[in-house]
């Protein structure tokens, strides 16, 4: 099942595609060019035949940094050949890859085989020019080629951009076949991996191979025997047995690891902070059972799949053999919800959360020291597997407008600024002590640095100089400290520190965090006017037909709405593919307009880092049975193959009285949880201000049903559970 032919991502290819010529001349199954740099020559090898070629005094390397290449003319049974190459040597030694003996780190992203004009991959090079000069404007340096080989026209661009390549065997032996296991599928790997050096090994951009993604079977035994191979067959480039996610076994044959287990945020246990890292789970990996640590370089498997909503604008771009069916499906699925004109929102609101998702995570992977680098799924969405929208590209590899090249390039580049603050959420009582280090992985050292920082929303503005002078080649290079009390915070504030470093040439990178700041101590209003509880019972009843106001706190109270799970970071790959795996929701929309948070609560339009104490794990309302046009202004955002109309507040006026009801908890342990205390405290204002009038009607049945009706059951699935959850581990 490789990307290059699936049903998930292509049609027919029915055979032959790009130029197709017959040709009088020999054939020509194998093309190397081993460079010699300290002999000042190369050796072009055509099929049997080996030339001995002068390189010239001034040859330079090719590198990301300088993507050189030659061209060499050789005469094979009198037909001139052409061979364009780079001169480069790429080794490890221990956990770290080096290029002609300069440390390198990969910043990659898969490529899926996902092409919807023509159904199958581009043949010429300025397509794939394209792609990789944008994987270039958004930091990357390095691309892993998802279980397929791409043409000669890729290899030739990555050439020119200076992309590190890792192609794969062409094969994804988990479904229907197995590695050594008596299939055919055996032979043919190990014939066809060869074939694929032979055709495509003089290309400096092909640095590193592995058979395929995540094998069944003896799989283990298989790849350590296709590694020593493959060592012997080709010593010019680095190998890994295949590309698995953290279930799958330890293969110790391996020269690099393309491996699960040390991605992800931790943030449905615990509070959003970006002072951990990936350490543990490098230096002893899941199923690694030595003693001894790890001491090869492993690459971060597939990291992100964080997802945002569908940009039903990207419709009209399906403009060849393919049509965004699945994207009008979930148009219509968003209009029968009453949610049309909501569209573009979601994109915001859940984008913003994606982008954020993956900036915390990219800045994990390069603050953890020994980590060789990590492999994005992806930049860009992937159109298979139930629709896959994990990237801040569209699958056209376009922007979808919520995230820029320079806002990902911020912790995604050569230079990255890092702060390690062990939270977000602070008190007036507290003081800011943030270590700042530097990510350097660029062609060579720094002189003459200044490293600066602004603090902003704290009042008047702040800046500061760091200690740091020079920038070597390296990880966790260390800048300083930002110290700032936080005593002059009055009221709740959003902050912002940028760090930014500047060198003779001008600015060479920022990267920026926020932050929010509360009053340690909220006196919390007299609700003497309010009856709370947390449920619609006989008092609120009585209240309500009286012309009174009543809060119902009803976290974990509600069951119409119970059946849906919302953590805090959005749905991962999709539900649909992963059976409706929690969580349900991808972020929020947060109506930042409602007179409710200009009561004490100021709050972006989606749900950054101040509402993780809010939202993460808290139930949400199914407000199916509301009607048709009334949207919460705290509107968790549904899974896009379903999606229910969902909210956490709830205001209208129920016989002579006005209601308001939250299922975010605001009642429980308000001495520690800040934001929720200063959430109580801003809806008690709120219902006490003049702006608290409802423009809903609804009778007192609507309401009550919300603690009572439970909606049915979603089946979206088959019963027959994708490979990727049920990996055979071989140890």
């Given at each position: 099942d490789s990307h290059s032919v699936t049903d998930q991502t292509q049609g027919n290819w029915n055979g032959i595609v790009g130029t197709i010529e017959l040709r009088s001349a020999p054939v020509i199954h194998r093309v190397r060019a081993v460079p010699d740099v300290a002999a000042g020559v190369v050796r072009i090898e055509v099929n049997e035949a080996s030339y001995q070629l002068p390189?010239?005094?001034?040859?330079?390397?090719?590198?990301?940094?300088?993507?050189?290449?030659?061209?060499?003319t050789v005469d094979y049974q009198g037909t001139p050949v052409e061979v364009t190459f780079g001169i480069r040597d790429i080794r490890i030694e221990g956990p770290q890859f080096y290029l002609n003996d300069h440390p390198i780190w990969l910043r990659g992203t898969l490529e899926n085989c996902c092409f919807p004009e023509t159904g199958y991959a581009p043949m010429d090079v300025a397509a794939w020019q394209r792609v990789f000069e944008k994987c270039r404007e958004y930091g990357l340096n390095h691309v892993r080629f998802h279980s397929w080989c791409p043409p000669e026209a890729a290899f030739a661009a990555a050439d020119r951009v200076g992309i590190y390549l890792q192609p794969e065997g062409p094969s994804w032996p988990n479904h229907g076949v197995r590695l050594r296991a008596g299939q055919y599928v055996d032979t043919y790997l190990m014939d066809e991996t060869k074939r694929i050096i032979d055709t495509y090994g003089h290309h400096p951009s092909f640095v590193m191979f592995a058979l395929g993604n995540e094998p069944a079977g003896r799989w283990v035994e298989y790849c350590n025997d296709w590694v020593s191979e493959m060592m012997a067959y080709d010593s010019t480039r680095v190998y890994c047995g295949a590309s698995v996610g953290g279930g799958w076994a330890w293969d110790n044959g391996s020269q690099f690891h393309v491996k699960g287990?040390?991605?992800?945020?931790?943030?449905t246990s615990r509070a959003p902070q970006c002072a951990d890292d990936y350490l543990a789970d490098i230096t002893f990996p899941r199923h690694y059972y030595d003693t001894i640590p790890n001491n090869t370089p492993i690459i971060a498997h597939e990291q992100g799949q964080w997802c945002a909503f569908p940009d039903l604008k990207e419709i009209p771009q399906y403009t060849g053999a393919y049509k965004a069916r699945n994207f009008e499906i979930f148009r219509d699925l968003l209009a029968d919800a009453g949610m049309a004109h909501r569209a573009e929102a979601f994109l915001q609101a859940s984008g913003k959360l994606q982008a954020m998702a993956y900036k915390f995570e990219n800045e994990?992977?390069?603050?953890?020291?020994?980590?060789?680098?990590?492999?994005?799924?992806?930049?860009?969405?992937?159109?298979?597997?139930?629709?896959?929208?994990?990237g801040v590209l569209n699958v056209h590899w376009r922007e979808k407008g919520y995230c820029t090249a320079d806002d990902w390039r911020e912790s995604c580049s050569s230079v990255v600024p890092l702060a390690r603050f062990p939270k977000f959420v602070y008190t007036d009582t507290e003081q800011l002590d943030i270590p700042i280090e530097v990510y350097h992985a660029g062609a060579a050292p720094i002189d003459k640095v200044q490293c600066t920082y602004?603090?902003?929303?704290?009042?008047?503005?702040?800046?500061?100089?760091?200690?740091?002078?020079?920038?070597?080649?390296?990880?966790?290079?260390?800048?300083?400290?930002?110290?700032?009390?936080?005593?002059?915070?009055?009221?709740?504030?959003?902050?912002?520190?940028?760090?930014?470093?500047?060198?003779?040439?001008?600015?060479?990178?920022?990267?920026?965090?926020?932050?929010?700041?509360?009053?340690d101590s909220c006196v919390m209003p007299a609700?003497?006017?309010?009856?709370?509880?947390?449920?619609?019972?006989?008092?609120?009843?009585?209240?309500?037909?009286?012309?009174?106001?009543?809060?119902?706190?009803?976290?974990?109270?509600?069951?119409?709405?119970?059946?849906?799970?919302?953590?805090?970071?959005?749905?991962?790959?999709?539900t649909s593919w992963f059976k409706m795996r929690p969580p349900h929701t991808t972020g929020a929309a947060i109506d930042a307009t409602h007179p409710l948070f200009a009561h004490g609560f100021p709050t972006d339009d989606w749900s950054n880092l101040n509402w993780w104490e809010l939202l993460n794990k808290a139930q949400v309302i199914n407000l199916s049975d509301f009607p048709a046009d009334y949207q919460s202004p705290i509107q968790p955002i549904d899974t896009w193959h379903i999606s229910r109309k969902l909210g956490m507040v709830v205001e209208a006026n129920v016989m002579s009285g006005k209601l308001l009801l939250t299922t975010m908890d605001i009642t429980r342990d308000l001495e520690r949880r800040v934001v929720a205390r200063q959430m109580r405290s801003a809806i008690l204002r709120y219902m006490q201000s003049t702006d608290f009038a409802p423009t809903l009607t609804v009778s007192p049945e609507v309401i009550a049903d919300l603690y009572t009706k439970q909606a049915p059951r979603v089946d979206m699935y088959t019963n027959g559970s994708p490979d990727e959850l049920k990996p055979a581990i071989v140890r």
């Open positions: 390189l010239g005094k001034d040859t330079c390397r090719w590198s990301e940094f300088n993507p050189q290449l030659y061209t060499r287990g040390g991605r992800g945020l931790n943030w994990r992977n390069l603050r953890t020291p020994g980590y060789a680098g990590f492999q994005l799924l992806g930049l860009n969405d992937y159109s298979g597997q139930g629709s896959a929208l994990v602004r603090l902003s929303g704290l009042g008047e503005e702040i800046v500061g100089r760091l200690p740091l002078r020079s920038l070597p080649v390296g990880k966790n290079i260390s800048a300083g400290f930002v110290v700032q009390p936080l005593a002059s915070i009055s009221t709740p504030a959003k902050a912002t520190l940028t760090v930014t470093i500047n060198a003779e040439g001008g600015e060479v990178a920022r990267n920026h965090w926020d932050f929010w700041v509360y009053p609700a003497d006017d309010i009856y709370i509880a947390d449920v619609l019972d006989a008092q609120a009843l009585t209240v309500l037909e009286q012309g009174g106001k009543v809060l119902l706190t009803s976290a974990g109270k509600v069951t119409y709405g119970s059946d849906i799970v919302q953590h805090y970071l959005p749905v991962f790959w999709n």
